[in-house]
């Protein structure tokens, strides 16, 4: 992989992941439109969007390490479902606490 590309998955992965671990531990605020008085369960709604911010983190820290020959092959559709994937489940989820 080209060592630029593999440094911009690992700094906006890693952002994430930061992003993740500050709502998790006290800035729910982070959250676009959250609101603690009209969400049903505010802190299972925080904890939850934390930990599916982290693991998209995650998924784009790790997709740095893939080697270039596959970002032109089969990795780039799966990189590409297995993000849409993640984030959907996080905002339908998020949903049954809002």
């Known amino acids: 992989m080209a060592p630029e590309l593999a440094v911009v998955l690992w700094i906006s992965g890693f952002v994430l992941v930061g992003l993740g671990l500050l709502i998790r531990n006290g800035y729910p605020e982070l959250i676009a439109g959250y609101d603690p008085e009209t969400a049903a369960d505010p802190e299972k709604l925080v904890a939850f969007v934390g930990r599916w911010t982290i ?27 297995v993000t849409s994937l993640v984030s959907l489940r996080m905002v339908v989820g998020a949903s049954r606490y809002g």
């Open 55 to 81: 693991y998209l983190g995650a998924v784009i820290v790790a997709s740095g390490f893939v080697p270039a020959r596959h970002w032109g092959g089969w990795f780039a559709p799966v990189f590409v479902a």
